[in-house]
């Protein structure tokens, strides 16, 4: 199985920009799916969103058009632009590789 580690996460204000990164301890060229995901308090975890190998990708309708997913597969690494963050994307957000063992998550805070 592959194991991620998650990072880029803080606290920033409503209308700003973060980065998250994702780092698999082994190539990803084959895992069909990575993806971020996030859960706030109370709620479920859900997908945010995800990329093929080929580069397919798929969106939460919430962050269409503010997020961007992108991997590289030599980096053993995918990473998520968060752009336009809103207050109701606060939210620990989790980085995985198909359906493999969870990171340990990043803390975002949207918050003025």
């Known amino acids: 199985q592959v194991q991620v580690v998650e990072s880029g996460g803080g606290l920033v204000q409503p209308g700003g920009s973060l980065r998250l990164s994702c780092v698999a301890s082994?190539?990803?060229?084959?895992?069909?799916?990575m993806g971020w995901y996030r859960q706030a308090p109370g709620k479920q975890r859900e997908l945010v969103a995800g990329?093929?190998?080929?580069?397919?990708?798929n969106y939460a309708d919430s962050v269409k058009g503010r997020f961007t997913i992108s991997r590289d597969n030599a980096k053993n690494a995918v990473d998520l632009q968060m752009n336009s963050l809103k207050p109701e994307d606060t939210a620990v957000y989790y980085c995985r590789a198909n359906s493999g063992p969870w990171g340990q998550g990043t803390q975002v805070t949207v918050s003025s």
């Open positions: 990329i093929t190998p080929g580069g397919s990708t």
């Open positions: 082994r190539s990803i060229s084959t895992i069909y799916l």
